[in-house]
């Protein structure tokens, strides 16, 4: 993934700077709309291989959970970059509606049309690692608004060629604009989510618990929570209050639990404490809840 990241990024420079070029030569702002997403996605790129590269690290005394949270503030960062990319396209293209300018349509065309070849092969480098990693999505989709930028560019580039209508390459800029702030928000959303430590996107906190509770064993399931740490690594802590039973039988169902939240819900870093409402021997009671000891708790790494 990190080799495919870098080539991307590479190609993504090439990009920009034709595109920029371009625009100037022949005073498409559709273009130079474009090459400023360009530019962004670049820096977007840079971002989401450093947080990849970081992410890989192991953890550490000082940060337990490793780096995977980087990857979700490089999101946020691809994020906000897009809805400013947006409002800049917006007030460009309004401004370029209230004084048109000339454009010449040919060089346009073959600028947008290499723009557009270079976003397909880096959106093809990236499309098969995008789905759960909010992180490459982002990447992913600053990369689908470049090349509905070149779609775009090239469209207004046909109609000014046949017609001599320049003011389309505003409308267009406003269209490229409205596509980009959009997939900002999805990006901004999913990304405050999982800061917020919500319940990830296809996770049910019941569906989690019911399934619990009904592992062979167990009488209650409270204090459940369920949150990401980062693109696809989801973990979950719980309280499970056992029925009576022998200690000795509490670590088989540890692993029950352990293979009904793998199995079903895609769930391996886990932290259970086992409970019981009527305590005897060595189990420790505090009002009305009792903890087994401390090596009855689970983690699944």
């Given at each position: ?6 080539l991307?990024l590479?190609?993504g ?25 360009v530019?962004?996605?670049?820096v ?13 690290r192991?953890?550490t ?11 979700v503030?490089a ?5 906000a970059?897009l ?7 917006f007030?460009?293209?309004?401004e ?38 909010v ?8 990369l ?16 000014i ?15 490229i604009?409205?596509?980009?702030f ?29 399934a ?39 670590q ?10 793998a199995s ?28 087994v ?9």
């Open positions: 993934m990190q080799r495919k990241l870098g991307a590479g190609l420079c090439v990009v920009c700077a034709a595109e920029f070029l371009g625009g100037l030569l022949t005073g498409s702002l559709a273009l130079l709309s474009d090459a400023a997403h530019f962004l996605h670049v977007a790129l840079g971002l989401s291989y450093a947080a990849v590269r970081l992410a890989g192991p953890p005394s000082r940060y337990t959970y490793g780096f995977h949270r980087l990857q503030l999101a946020v960062a691809n994020g970059m809805v400013a990319l947006a409002l800049g396209i007030r460009g293209a309004w370029r509606l209230q004084e048109p300018a000339p454009i010449l349509a040919e060089p346009m065309l073959a600028v947008a049309a290499g723009g557009l070849l270079a976003n397909l092969v880096m959106a093809w480098l990236l499309h098969e690692h995008d789905h759960d990693d992180n490459l999505r982002s990447a992913f989709f600053h689908l608004g470049d090349i509905l930028g070149s779609v775009g560019a090239i469209t207004a580039g046909v109609i060629l046949l017609t001599g209508w320049t003011l389309v390459d505003a409308l267009v800029s406003f269209s604009g409205g596509l980009i959009v997939s900002a928000a999805w990006i901004l959303k999913r990304s405050l989510q999982i800061l917020a430590e919500g319940v990830p996107e296809g996770l049910s906190a019941t569906q989690v618990q019911q619990i509770s009904q592992v062979s064993g167990v009488s209650e399931v409270h204090d459940l929570h369920v949150w990401s740490l980062g693109p696809g690594y989801v973990a979950l802590s719980a309280h499970v209050v056992l029925s009576d039973q022998a200690l000795s039988e509490s088989s169902i540890m692993e029950d639990i352990k293979r009904v939240l079903q819900f895609g769930i391996h870093h886990t932290t259970i404490q086992f409970e019981c409402k009527n305590c005897q021997g060595s189990v420790t009671c505090l009002g009305p809840w009792c903890a000891p401390l090596s009855q708790e689970g983690h699944d790494h």
